[in-house]
């Protein structure tokens, strides 16, 4: 798959995902470089180690999976000619712990999860190795008993030092060099020991200066008596120093000889952590396994999008049965069309990743060879950088690629350009990819589309379903049925007169069509609504200083809720130097405040850039009398402002 297929997908972020669910840093980077397959034995062996996982998960949810951090780092130190450090041995000594421990945790699981058990006795016992690493390595150094030649040159270096700091001290106790001192301490300088002499008496003491303070007024030397001891220390040192490497070379040889082991069980605790991170994030999206095939045939069902959590509306999609590889959604926007076949692409690849989907059971996805996307109309979850020249060469792209073996994703295909011809080159690319054997999956705003789909062999019509009574999308998809964009529903539940509605269907689809307004409770509110609205209009005179800039929240055309009534309203007019808007609601123009609304839906969803306000905001005769007006002059003739009256 392409590299901006899985992020345009979310496949991506899915893989950070599951990431954070491994315990070790080589566990993660193996989430990160998943992949996928086209092979179908293989995906479903995922799919079953990942069930077994999850299984074992459910019965005990500590995974000895601790020790591995730093072991690779190690093993590739080996066959060098250095030697393992002593702080090493003990992570490696720790990792040995934590393979006996995933012995021991695998042992009682056979029954149940028969095939990840199994991968344990790739892990190989190392009783001895460990032994001799816990006998000659304690608190991070080697230890004294090591070997027979350590315990006794150290033994030797302790009886060395005190005869050094016994003489040491007889020069401190002595009231020959006592006045000559800064002050009464033994310390340490590069290795040798020193006592600490004010500058001025530096000749009063002969010896080696090693040091001085930073303030230049103390000097430490090593007194001459203690030279020779401290030569036959340095000696035994060299001597501890030569015997503990012979050891860590020892130890380093052992590990050597057992390195094939030690890479296989690394291996195998790696793929422990990320078969169990996948187990893991499979339980917290609720996944389940589905069947897999090869002929085209998807069929989710309650599927959720899983970037989404629990805001995703479930998804019940069935695609490539009796010939029917092609689906094409249409719908208002912000209904989820988008998500639709976002989400269809997305839990495809990730059951080729052999990974757990939010789905019920009975599910079924189909295998392809390429999963092709056009996606960016700004639907898109995150970002629209999209233009109509970068979609066509995309769009070029997925038609030189698109085989039998493809899922075809295609967003507001053909949009971005003038309707009509857009319109067309979405019917002829359709008609190609389709030709091409793909299985399809398109979403787009123009009518004419679902009328292709319907007389098409191998197509199929889809919609994304909307609430008329809450003015919301309910982002449900239906099959089987095109649908439309609502403009003319919401309109006419907003308030715009049924006659305006029934001459834009006119217009639109070249057909009669009556509507009839709702007026159950019109007649109940008009009353209070007349009174709120002269209550408004009484404006209050202001010192011109005290007047601010009252910022743009509405456009004219944009639908709002009044929210004090609840009541729905097309934005006509302001805002004034106070806030105030004029309201149309139900063919009454009245007068609210900006924060008596809240912006339900955009003027530029509902009508085209050049629409022409007028036919919603001004009466017919008015209009009649404008249009006379511009053509001549009309004596006497006075035209009413509705908002005025």
């Not at 030649?149 to 270096?157: A, F, G, Y």
């Amino acid at each position: 798959m392409k590299t901006d297929t899985t992020q345009v997908l979310g496949f991506d972020q899915i893989k950070e995902e599951i990431a954070t669910y491994a315990l070790t840093d080589s566990g993660k980077d193996r989430v990160l470089q998943l992949r996928i397959s086209t092979n179908r034995k293989q995906i479903e062996a995922w799919q079953d180690e990942v069930n077994e996982a999850v299984m074992i998960l459910e019965k005990s949810a500590s995974v000895p999976l601790h020790g591995l951090n730093g072991i690779q780092l190690l093993l590739g130190m080996l066959n060098k000619g250095v030697p393992i450090r002593p702080d090493q041995f003990l992570l490696l000594h720790d990792f040995l712990d934590c393979c006996g421990k995933m012995r021991r945790y695998m042992k009682d699981k056979e029954y149940m999860a028969p095939r990840v058990s199994s991968y344990v006795y790739s892990i190989e016992e190392l009783p001895s190795l460990a032994d001799e690493i816990n006998r000659c390595i304690r608190n991070g150094q080697v230890d004294d008993y090591a070997s027979k030649e350590l315990l006794k040159v150290r033994k030797q270096i302790a009886i060395q030092e005190e005869r050094l700091k016994e003489k040491l001290n007889q020069i401190i106790r002595s009231n020959k060099y006592k006045t000559y001192l800064q002050e009464a301490v033994i310390s340490q300088r590069n290795g040798r020991y020193v006592i600490p002499v004010k500058i001025e008496y530096k000749n009063k003491l002969k010896g080696s200066v090693l040091d001085r303070s930073a303030s230049g007024s103390t000097l430490y030397i090593e007194p001459e008596d203690i030279t020779a001891q401290q030569e036959q220390l340095d000696w035994l040192l060299a001597e501890e120093e030569l015997e503990v490497e012979k050891i860590l070379l020892y130890l380093t040889g052992l590990v050597e000889g057992k390195e094939r082991e030690l890479h296989l069980a690394v291996e195998t605790m790696i793929h422990y952590d990320f078969l169990f991170a996948k187990a893991k994030y499979s339980r917290s999206i609720e996944g389940q396994p589905v069947n897999v095939n090869e002929s085209h045939f998807v069929h989710l069902i309650q599927a959720k999008h899983p970037l989404l959590g629990a805001n995703a509306v479930p998804l019940t999609i069935k695609l490539g049965q009796d010939g029917q590889h092609a689906l094409i959604i249409t719908g208002p926007n912000t209904g989820g069309k988008t998500v639709t076949i976002k989400t269809v692409g997305l839990l495809t690849m990730m059951v080729q990743a052999g990974l757990h989907i939010p789905v019920e059971k009975g599910s079924e996805i189909s295998i392809f060879q390429h999963i092709l996307v056009d996606i960016g109309d700004g639907q898109s979850i995150e970002q629209n950088l999209s233009t109509f020249s970068s979609r066509i060469t995309n769009i070029i792209e997925i038609l030189k690629e698109t085989n039998d073996r493809s899922l075809v994703l295609l967003d507001e295909l053909g949009s971005g350009t003038d309707p009509g011809e857009g319109m067309g080159l979405a019917t002829a690319i359709l008609e190609q990819l389709y030709q091409k054997g793909a299985t399809l999956l398109a979403t787009t705003h123009y009518s004419e589309i679902k009328g292709f789909a319907e007389d098409t062999d191998g197509f199929m019509n889809g919609s994304m379903e909307f609430d008329l009574e809450t003015l919301k999308p309910t982002y449900r998809l239906l099959i089987g049925k095109g649908g439309e964009s609502q403009a003319f529903a919401i309109a006419l539940k907003l308030g715009v007169h049924p006659q305006i509605i029934e001459r834009a269907h006119q217009i639109t689809y070249k057909t009669k069509k009556t509507f009839a307004m709702e007026e159950a409770d019109y007649y109940q509110r008009k009353e209070a609504e007349k009174q709120l609205a002269n209550n408004r209009y009484v404006k209050r005179s202001r010192d011109p200083k005290e007047i601010k800039t009252i910022l743009q929240h509405f456009s004219q055309g944009d639908n709002v809720q009044i929210t004090i009534t609840g009541e729905y309203g097309i934005i006509y007019q302001g805002p004034d130097e106070t806030g105030n808007y004029i309201v149309q609601v139900k063919g009454e123009k009245q007068l609210y405040n900006q924060k008596r609304l809240k912006m339900y839906i955009q003027a530029k969803e509902l009508y085209p850039e050049d629409y022409d306000f007028d036919v919603i905001f001004e009466s017919k005769e008015n209009r009649k009398i404008r249009h006379q007006m511009g053509r001549k002059h009309v004596s006497e003739t006075i035209v009413e402002e509705e908002g005025n009256k």
